[in-house]
Every structure is written in structure tokens, then in C-alpha cells.
T-cell receptor
Framework: RKEVEQDPGPFNVPEGATVAFNCTYS??????FFWYRQDCRKEPKLLMS???SGNEDGRFTAQLNRASQYISLLIRDSKLSDSATYLC??????????????FGRGTSLIVHP | NAGVTQTPKFQVLKTGQSMTLQCAQD?????MSWYRQDPGMGLRLIHY???????DQGEVPNGYNVSRSTTEDFPLRLLSAAPSQTSVYFC??????????????FGQGTRLTVV
């Protein structure tokens, strides 16, 4: 089982739609969680960290479910510019880990007019 | 802020040639890493380093060498290029411990073609 798993998609949604992605992780000692965004032929960039109580940044909401070992990203009122690949990242603290980030393989989102 | 500087941006090699991809960061990050990204495969970790003088293998290390003589630099060497190494390569760096942000910063990538 991969340490971090994501549905590769693509998720094809119309403008204005709400879309949600999940990411599951296998190591229960995982401590830090992030969502990154990668545009076509560009480098990944941090979209948002994921906090235990859940957090929101404009149209984006991230949630963590430790019991079921997954994180989620919800995008409301999708824009054409949201089209990208969304990468889930998990870090495990020492002694079981070393804070080295583990990347999921990404979920592709296509927002169409 | 320069962040993570990765060179070159594009490179074409002949099979059997060797080359070094350069990566430098100016944020005093302990952790540096190299990934390759192929269609449908996501980011795969090649090598990483948690500090000067310390390196370790990732998921796909064969055919690549690294060294970390300084905190700032983490070059990736292709020993004898093969067509299977055609890929996009990303260097990334971050702090290790959560004393500050542990956001990973990426270089702009190197598109390598081996013919």
C-alpha cells in the first residue's frame, strides 16, 4: 500500500461547481499535512496547510480526519484558473519518521466553461 | 528572494553522456531533495539530504549520484544517461522541524531528454 494515495482523476467540472478531493495516508504517526498545486509544466507550490480543526482560505477548505487517516480539499465556486493538479503531502515526525515529505501522485482538476 | 535556483531548464543528452543538474537554495533549509516527474507517475523521490554531508536514497536512486558539501547546494549527477532518464527533474528544499514553516519550495524544473 502506498504511503499517500490520491485518485488521479481527472475531475472534470463546470465553472461554479463545488468539487472535493480526498487523500489517504497509511502512517498513523503522520503529523503534518499540506495541499500543493501544480500547474501544467510548472513546479508545485504550496496551496495550504491542513490543520487538525480544519481550515479555510477563501474558496478552499481543508479538513483532516485522523481516525480514518485522510485529508480532504474542497473547492467552492470553481474557476477556470483552478484547473491544475493538486498534490497531497504528508510528513511524519521522528522517531518514526524524519519530517521528510511524502507526496501523493496528484489529482487532476479540469474546470470547463 | 531567489528561493530555489535550478539549472539548466532544458537539456538534451546523448545516451551514455554524463551531466550535473545544479540546485541551490538561499533559505538555510536543512532538507533538500531531488524528484523526477513522469506522466501519470507523480513525483518520485530520487535522493535527499537532511544536512551538509548527509545524503540518502529515495524511491528511484539508480543511475544518479548526489553530494551535499554545503547547506546551500545539492547537485544531482547522471552518471551515464539512458533514455529511461528522460523526465522532468525538480529540486526542493524545506526546513525539517516545525519551528518555522515547513513549506517545501521547488525549483522551476529541468526538462531532460536523453536520445
Amino acid at each position: 500500500r502506498k504511503e499517500v494515495e490520491q485518485d488521479p482523476g481527472p475531475f472534470n467540472v463546470p465553472e461554479g461547481a463545488t468539487v472535493a478531493f480526498n487523500c489517504t495516508y497509511s502512517n498513523s504517526a503522520s503529523q503534518s499535512f499540506f495541499w500543493y498545486r501544480q500547474d501544467c509544466r510548472k513546479e508545485p507550490k504550496l496551496l495550504m496547510s491542513v490543520y487538525s480543526s480544519g481550515n479555510e482560505d477563501g474558496r478552499f477548505t481543508a479538513q483532516l480526519n485522523r481516525a480514518s487517516q485522510y485529508i480532504s480539499l474542497l473547492i467552492r465556486d470553481s474557476k477556470l484558473s483552478d484547473s491544475a493538479t493538486y498534490l497531497c503531502v504528508v510528513k511524519v515526525a521522528p522517531p518514526g519518521g524524519s519530517y521528510i515529505p511524502t507526496f501523493g501522485r496528484g489529482t487532476s482538476l479540469i474546470v470547463h466553461p | 528572494n531567489a528561493g530555489v535556483t535550478q539549472t539548466p531548464k532544458f537539456q538534451v543528452l546523448k545516451t551514455g553522456q554524463s551531466m550535473t543538474l545544479q540546485c541551490a537554495q538561499d533559505m538555510n533549509h536543512e532538507y533538500m531533495s531531488w524528484y523526477r516527474q513522469d506522466p501519470g507517475m507523480g513525483l518520485r523521490l530520487i535522493h535527499y539530504s537532511v544536512g551538509a554531508g548527509i545524503t540518502d536514497q529515495g524511491e528511484v536512486p539508480n543511475g544518479y549520484n548526489v553530494s551535499r558539501s554545503t547547506t546551500e547546494d545539492f547537485p544531482l549527477r547522471l552518471l551515464s544517461a539512458a533514455p529511461s532518464q528522460t523526465s522532468v527533474y525538480f529540486c526542493a528544499s524545506s526546513y525539517l522541524a516545525s519551528r518555522v514553516s515547513t513549506e517545501a519550495f521547488f525549483g522551476q524544473g529541468t526538462r531532460l531528454t536523453v536520445v
